[in-house]
């Protein structure tokens, strides 16, 4: 689709924007040229306006031959080949204007004046294709720069899409089903243990529920979340789970996530703690330097268990969002060294006062 | 004649939740007629138990450490009335192809937990009746576990263990460690680390259970590791023989042979 001719509120300043280069044509036939003013006139401005139309066509050999592709030789042949194919058509047209217009008594002398001039015409009109193509490279450029921001802006629709996709979609739902179980065990065996265990999982439950709307939590935050979690997978596994934290105070206030580690947590728990007999510890470490906080999450797991049964979703949806967010400043690692599991993030540190 | 006394069902429980197990046996206690054989925390244990005891009727998780309750299904190859009990409802297919009596989803209530246990009753009663009648006898035409599980296993996904048992031990062979497989009689022996383990499975299950990229019927009898094969050596007039990197030569089928120098000339 012609972005000038296929809409009319673009054509009209295009050809209103042809008007001064008519006068310098009618000057040009008058003066140089030795056409009678009114020949000029009556010549110059039809001409100049149909040349207008015919220069349109530069659109579509500037498309062909984008300036960051072509070639210079490409380019200067292309350009100049439409330069000559284009005026030649012109003078063409010019000529037959004139023949029509020397019918009249008026412009009797128009026919041979204007064969006189028929080079200078032809070099106007390859100067003012040539401008044209320049006018149309322009556009170009600003068509794409243009295309270029919709796309990002796009892109960071589908990304913020995607995050909040994710975060629906990380509360495990057999999770709640194994709690609910332990609590129907737990009813008629220790009831008050059972009424513990229900608050409990409330308590996570409305922690993870009003997330979704927010970009970034305080790691704080995220960390009592962690242990609300713990504190239902532990009544469920009993003496099997064992956590150890060793987190710096003043990574306490920087901002992340929301859910960000809960997932690599709970991957801890379902792929590495539920696997073993005798179930296992998981450390999690945080230390804030130099404006980076670096996350490790470690669990052991039961190496014989086929391979499949770690890692997964969650952890691919750590690593995205975290991508998304930071680009190439955060790093996100999974490391295997005997029967530990380890995954390791690295991320620049928001404090408050750099995310409000 | 003596006293036609109930016969007592015994039952095995099995998960690795000390919780979920208790939910089961308050259950089941409410049955007189229902003795807790016993009571296991994780796949290996279960295993020992239902051979050494030979339950009528397994309660089995499906996710637990060591072994999975279909691995345990298929390792038990048990004539027990078997209820799957697990949390996740994308296995009610599997289930039922390896022919659990009953599915339950926890958690569950009395009511769901007495149509699983009836439902496995009356399999127990039919399945004791045609024991009974001489007609019924010979019952080997039944596919073995194994076979059922191999069919079980869901498709697009090729294993990458697989566990034997020998009596009440249960070893688990990571599928790089398969030098190859011989079909011997009812059973495979799966050969890996110079050792043989026997399972009763058919080779073409077994077969349609391996990533093909990885291992090749070079014959009517034997799947290989295409990783352990050194050469393939001329062997008589016109047929081969695949020697493996360990010395052992293993014979190739004229057919296995295509496939192979199929497989060498990618």
């Given amino acids: ?356 | 004649m003596t006293q036609p006394t109930e016969k007592k069902f015994r039952a095995v429980i099995v998960d690795d939740e000390e919780l979920a197990r208790q939910v089961l046996r308050e259950f089941l206690t409410m049955h007189p007629e229902i003795e807790i054989a016993a009571e296991c925390a994780n796949g290996f244990e279960a295993v020992k138990s239902v051979t050494e005891l030979k339950p009528d009727l397994v309660f089995l998780d499906v996710q637990m450490p060591k072994l999975d309750g279909f691995e345990v299904l298929e390792l038990i190859g048990t004539n027990a009335a078997v209820v799957l009990v697990t949390a996740h409802d994308n296995y009610a297919i599997r289930a039922f192809e390896v022919h659990a009596v009953d599915y339950l989803l926890k958690p569950f209530g009395c009511d769901r937990f007495e149509a699983a246990l009836t439902r496995a009753k009356e399999r127990l009663s039919s399945a004791s009746s045609a024991v009974m009648s001489p007609s019924a006898q010979p019952a080997r035409l039944a596919p073995s576990p194994s076979d059922l599980a191999a069919a079980a296993r869901p498709p697009a996904q090729y294993l990458d263990r697989i566990p034997v048992r020998d009596g009440t031990k249960v070893f688990i062979i990571p599928i790089a460690k398969l030098d190859y497989a011989e079909a011997q009689d009812d059973y495979i022996a799966l050969c890996s680390e110079s050792k043989k383990h026997l399972k009763q499975q058919t080779i073409s299950s077994l077969e349609s259970a391996l990533d093909p990229s990885r291992f090749l019927r070079i014959h009517r009898s034997y799947i290989v590791n295409l990783e352990r094969v050194a050469r393939i050596e001329p062997y008589g007039k016109d047929s081969h023989v695949a020697v493996l990197h360990n010395g052992t030569q293993l014979p190739v089928s004229r057919a296995g042979y295509a496939r192979l120098r199929e497989f060498l000339d990618r």
């Fill in chain 1, 1 to 356: 689709m012609h972005p000038i001719l296929g809409n009319l509120r673009r054509l009209i300043p295009y050809l209103l924007g042809w008007l001064p280069l008519s006068g310098m044509l009618v000057y040009l036939l008058a003066v140089p040229g030795g056409l009678t003013w009114i020949e000029a006139f009556a010549l110059g401005i039809p001409l100049c306006l149909l040349y207008g139309f015919m220069c349109l066509s530069a659109w579509y050999s500037c498309r062909w031959t984008p300036l960051d592709r072509a070639g210079a030789l490409q380019l200067t042949l292309t350009h100049l080949l439409g330069a000559i194919v284009v005026s030649g058509f012109w003078i063409l047209a010019a000529k037959a204007l004139a023949h029509e217009f020397s019918s009249f008594s008026a412009f009797n002398g128009v026919e041979p004046h204007l064969s006189k001039n028929l080079p200078l015409l032809f070099g106007t009109g390859i100067l003012l294709y040539l401008l044209a193509v320049a006018f149309f490279y322009v556009l170009l450029a600003v068509q794409q720069s243009q295309e270029a921001k919709e796309r990002e802006m796009k892109a960071g629709v589908l990304a913020r899409d995607a995050e909040l996709r994710a975060l629906k979609a990380q509360v495990n739902p057999h999770f709640l089903f194994n709690s609910l179980n332990s609590i129907s065990a737990l009813t008629s065996s220790d009831p008050a243990k059972a009424r513990e265990m229900c608050i409990l999982l409330g308590d996570f439950l409305r922690r993870t529920l009003g997330l979704g709307e927010k970009a970034a939590i305080p790691l704080e935050e995220e960390l009592s979340l962690i242990r609300s979690f713990l504190a239902v997978e532990k009544v469920r596994f009993g003496a099997r789970i064992q956590m150890e934290e060793n987190i710096d105070k003043d990574a306490l206030d920087v901002f992340v996530p929301p859910l960000l580690l809960q997932p690599l947590v709970e991957n801890a728990v379902v792929h590495g703690i539920s696997n073993l007999v005798e179930g296992g510890s998981i450390k999690l470490e945080i230390h804030s330097r130099n404006g980076t906080i670096s996350i490790a999450v470690e669990n052991s797991f039961d190496p014989d268990s086929p391979p499949r049964r770690r890692g997964g979703v969650g952890l691919a949806n750590v690593r995205q969002r975290l991508a998304t967010r930071h680009g190439n400043l955060a790093s996100f690692d999974v490391k295997t060294e005997g029967d530990r599991y380890r995954v390791a993030i690295k991320m620049p540190a928001d404090r408050p006062e750099r995310a409000s």
